[in-house]
T-cell receptor
Framework: KAGVTQTPRYLIKTRGQQVTLSCSPI?????VSWYQQTPGQGLQFLFE???????NKGNFPGRFSGRQFSNSRSEMNVSTLELGDSALYLC??????????????????FGPGTRLTVL | AQKITQTQPGMFVQEKEAVTLDCTYD???????LFWYKQPSSGEMIFLIY??????QNATEGRYSLNFQKARKSANLVISASQLGDSAMYFC????????????FGAGTILRVKS
């Protein structure tokens, strides 16, 4: 089974621009979560999508948004980029909660990340 | 609020020896899951091991085992027979029990394996 894929892997933008990152989950996984990783703040949860609906949202400004498509692929968008948005953005997928059993099926599997640099 | 604490910013271990990475957590939930991930310099987060709060036995996955002490709220990762390829950042994380897949991560521990 193919793992979680993220595109692009690297991105350079300038302040004020917007960016869209893409995530394709593992086949059969319907939950997609996004995380931001920075040296200062560590790993922080952005949001989670399941069945095209946002289920959970972290403490980020409204410039950060996302969506999920019917094939479970997800995109996140950051508008009006700031220097502080430079980070590694990680996407993770897991099985839908209704089918979650005890143990490994609870696991979230991460993609390789998109490294965003804002100049 | 849930919180994960990893008190060891960095650790060194000799190749072929065992090493324990510490993780303590704080939660008021009865049902929760604990995870360990490895992050090499490439950036990808690699799942290592999972422990559910109701699991009676400590989880094991190959050279990885989890020393789960529920009363102490600790979930230490034990890596046996360390290899050079184990050099990486290691994160402990907790999934909230009330539904959803949000993970709360600790600050991480950098492990360096010496030959």
């Amino acid at each position: 089974k193919a793992g979680v894929t993220q595109t692009p892997r690297y991105l350079i933008k300038t302040r004020g621009q917007q960016v869209t990152l893409s995530c394709s989950p593992i086949s059969g996984h319907r939950s997609v979560s996004w995380y931001q990783q920075t040296p200062g703040q560590g790993l922080q949860f952005l949001f989670e999508y399941f069945s095209e609906t946002q289920r959970n949202k972290g403490n980020f400004p409204g410039r950060f948004s996302g969506r999920q498509f019917s094939n479970s692929r997800s995109e996140m968008n950051v508008s009006t980029l700031e220097l502080g948005d430079s980070a590694l953005y990680l996407c993770a997928s897991s099985l839908e909660p209704a089918r979650r059993l005890a143990g490994r099926t609870d696991t979230q599997y991460f993609g390789p990340g998109t490294r965003l640099t804002v100049l | 609020a849930q919180k994960i604490t990893q008190t060891q910013p960095g650790m060194f271990v000799q190749e072929k020896e065992a090493v324990t990475l510490d993780c303590t957590y704080d939660t008021s939930d009865q049902s929760y899951g604990l995870f360990w991930y490895k992050q090499p310099s490439s950036g990808e987060m690699i799942f290592l091991i999972y422990q559910g709060s109701y699991d009676e036995q400590n989880a094991t996955e190959g050279r990885y085992s989890l020393n789960f002490q529920k009363a102490r709220k600790s979930a230490n990762l034990v890596i046996s027979a360390s290899q050079l390829g184990d050099s990486a950042m290691y994160f402990c994380a907790m999934r909230e029990g009330k539904g959803g897949n949000k993970l709360v991560f600790g600050a991480g521990t950098i492990l360096r394996v010496k030959s």
